[in-house]
């Protein structure tokens, strides 16, 4: 009788491990279930809107965009540096999922991808020394100054170099090899007024808000930034647009901007 009443503890012993063993495999998540990975390509060395930092680490204004956006969409985001002339075939190729630094919305480029709808207005704006130079309201005040830009083939230097009535009326035209050299020269009073994009110049101004001011007036058209996603690619398109649209309504894109520019410059 003894043995009897062994035997059947010990079956009962063994259907309790293996019914256990059941729940925890059924508890255990399907990989299919597994939250997807978004690839993020950008530019690494366009500070605001993405650079690699001091420590080594990705950070920006859009990176935080897309970070937050990803982690509202539950999903892992992994931020790639890409040659940003080969932008659009990275994306075709599906090496990356998206295009998100600073990436104007042109009707040329929507020819080989879907962009969301633009998330801020890329304006060109003038920068002056705080204290010096109040005069300069727009720029119609520009005659008989020294205006800077950086040479590069940019928007502002584009500007600049077929308005030559204007450029004609400047006391001098200086073209810097990068923004940060123009600026310097501004706070040192070698120049009087600096043209670039509100994004560069609002950037530096808020690591220097004692030295720098913006005049707030665009110069030249203003451009967009939108998100870029392959073209078969809607269902994605359509869950971050719903996601920066939330964003937008709940004050975050206006707490990243204030962070990044020292105010919102999102407003479109």
């Not at 999922?97 to 969301?116: P, Q, T």
């Not at 705080?130 to 005040?141: A, C, T, Y």
């Not at 070698?190 to 707030?216: F, N, Q, T």
């Amino acid at each position: 009788m003894k043995k009897v009443l062994a035997l059947c503890m010990m079956l009962v012993l063994a259907m309790g491990i293996l019914a256990g063993c059941g729940q925890e495999q059924k508890a255990a998540p399907d990989k299919k279930d597994a939250a997807k990975k978004i690839v993020i390509g950008l530019d690494d060395n366009f500070p605001p809107m993405g650079f690699v930092d001091d420590n080594n680490k990705i950070v920006g204004f859009d990176v935080d965009l897309a970070a937050e956006a990803a982690k509202r969409l539950n999903c892992e985001v992994e931020f790639k540096p890409i040659d940003w002339a080969s932008k659009e075939a990275e994306l075709k190729s599906g090496r990356i999922d998206a295009l998100w630094n600073g990436l104007e919305i042109m009707e040329k480029r929507k020819e080989n991808m879907l962009f969301s709808e633009p998330y801020m207005n890329d304006r060109q704006m003038l920068f002056r020394a705080k204290g010096r130079n109040e005069d300069i309201k727009g720029e119609e005040n520009l005659k008989g100054k020294i205006v800077a830009t950086q040479s590069g083939g940019g928007t502002a230097e584009d500007y600049l170099d077929t308005n030559t009535a204007l450029q004609a009326s400047f006391k001098e035209y200086k073209k810097y090899p990068d923004y940060i050299s123009a600026f310097m020269d501004l706070e040192n009073g070698r120049v009087d007024a600096i043209l670039c994009d509100e994004i560069i110049g609002r950037y530096y101004m808020s690591k220097h808000p004692d030295k720098i001011e913006a005049v707030d007036q665009a110069i030249g058209p203003v451009s967009q930034f939108g998100i870029g996603f392959r073209k078969d690619d809607q269902a994605l398109r359509d869950k971050m647009q719903t996601v920066m649209d939330a964003m937008r309504k709940d004050g975050t894109l206006a707490k990243i901007s204030t962070k990044w520019f020292g105010k919102d410059i999102t407003a479109l």
